[in-house]
């Protein structure tokens, strides 16, 4: 009875979210049958799934953190990490100047109004009755303006970083680029341009794929800290002077020259600049050093999620043709982003991770997190703009469940039966997880008609 009333609940949920399954017509991906029917490969790993063991740091780079923390108190440093990650969970980015105005201006109306009204009217213009004003419109303010500063990553802040944020980070970045690996297979970057680097996990992921074909490595980051850590563990840790890769740079700022680079990555950055203009500015920038793809992540908060989203739409708006661009993950559209439009949850994806960096002991740990990878150019006409899964497929006895981003830019719940479908469509839906593409098409009834 428990379950049932949970399934029932879920349910309930879904409805109010996801557009009903009666609405379209579900016809999966024929190449897709054939292969699972003819044992080319198992419904398990059809095509969609960005299939990749729990990762952890490569051994070189645990080994070098090991060797710049030894001398340091790790229990202190593993304490001020929790702190860190805790405090950036729920950072926010900082409220525009023209947003402030106008909430101080609606909350001294409303003190104003309630606070004349306990007082006689010669009382209004007195230097007492204008200080108790502004004292409760100060203490509205402090409650409903987020205090947002800038972190200030100095030497210990940045082993914090390295020691709380490095291996969630890696893990996220290494994820991301499987999928750009698996569906396009001919790229092949020869130089990458990291905006806001920090310790080089962008680096140390985009290692794991393209070591070969990188001959450039532009790194900026304003911490000059950051940028000496990150030049430290490529080198091994502290005593060794020889980095195992060539063409490694460092920078304080965003250079003013007009290099591109195949590929482009702002990770967890973004929150951390001063205004909406200065993202923007940023974004801009970056999306001009672009000749592939710009990818950029923050976490899987609701804060995180808007400013992935804002930066989505900033450059699908661009119209110039040689600068145009077009969505290749997650979104199999250019729309805008249902889930932005429809309810107050982020499109978020997850992804196990093991932190060692501290110490013998494995600690699996999960990640949560939002991302837009960028392609210049048109989008290709082959492209498959399979469905992706949206949250955790529900599977149930004889059907399953599946939440989708679908290609005509809205968000579909389809329950998948052996029946109704086909079993190697059935089976293909069940072994698909949060954040993977599903090889099926949906057509509405009016495209049907078309």
């Not at 990749?52 to 202190?76: W, Y």
């Not at 590929?263 to 203009?277: C, D, G, H, N």
Request: glycine share 4%.
């Amino acid at each position: 009875m428990i379950r049932n009333r949970k399934v029932s609940v879920i349910l309930r949920f879904s409805i109010r979210q996801y557009q009903s399954q009666s609405k379209f017509k579900v016809l999966g991906n024929e190449e897709v049958i054939q292969n699972v029917e003819n044992n080319v490969y198992s419904a398990r790993r059809h095509p969609g799934i960005v299939k990749q063991p729990t990762n952890a740091l490569p051994d070189n780079v645990v080994k070098s953190i090991r060797n710049i923390i030894e001398d340091h108190p790790i229990k202190l440093l593993a304490q001020s990490a929790t702190l860190l990650n805790r405090k950036l969970l729920g950072r926010l980015p900082p409220m525009e100047a023209e947003g402030v105005s106008e909430l101080k201006s609606n909350i001294f109306e409303k003190v104003m109004s309630k606070e004349a009204s306990k007082v006689a009217p010669d009382k209004l213009e007195t230097d007492q009755f204008k200080q108790k004003v502004k004292d409760k419109v100060i203490n509205m303010l402090k409650v409903h303006v987020y205090n947002w500063s800038p972190i200030v990553y100095d030497a210990y802040n940045s082993l914090v970083y390295l020691i709380g944020r490095s291996a969630p980070e890696y893990s996220v970045l290494v994820k991301i680029f499987t999928e750009i690996q698996l569906r396009d297979k001919d790229f092949k970057p020869r130089s990458l341009f990291d905006f806001g680097s920090g310790v080089g996990t962008v680096t140390w992921a985009a290692n794991i794929f393209w070591k070969q074909n990188l001959f450039e490595y532009y790194n900026v980051d304003t911490s000059s800290f950051m940028n000496d850590l990150a030049q430290i563990i490529l080198q091994g840790g502290r005593g060794s002077k020889q980095s195992n890769l060539k063409g490694v740079y460092y920078r304080q700022f965003m250079p003013s020259n007009n290099t591109t680079y195949d590929l482009v990555v702002s990770a967890y950055t973004l929150m951390e600049l001063p205004s909406f203009q200065s993202r923007m500015e940023a974004v801009m920038n970056l999306w001009n050093k672009t000749e592939r793809y710009l990818i950029i992540v923050e976490l899987g908060t609701k804060a995180g999620f808007n400013i992935i989203n804002e930066a989505r739409d900033f450059v699908l708006q661009i119209k110039d043709e040689r600068n145009r661009g077009h969505v290749f993950s997650p979104c199999p559209h250019d729309f805008a982003c249902p889930k932005y439009m429809s309810s107050n949850y982020a499109c978020n994806f997850e992804v196990n991770f093991i932190n060692s960096s501290t110490s013998e002991r494995m600690q699996l740990m999960k990640e949560q997190y939002s991302y837009v990878v960028l392609k210049k150019g048109a989008r290709d006409e082959r492209d498959e703009r399979w469905p992706r899964a949206v949250k955790e497929t529900l599977v149930r006895s004889k059907h399953s469940i599946c939440r989708l981003c679908t290609a005509n830019g809205s968000l579909d719940e389809v329950i998948f039966t052996a029946s109704k479908h086909g079993k190697s469509t059935f089976h293909c839906a069940r072994s698909t997880k949060w954040g993977d593409r599903l090889p099926v098409t949906l057509t509405t009834k009016s495209e049907e008609d078309n």
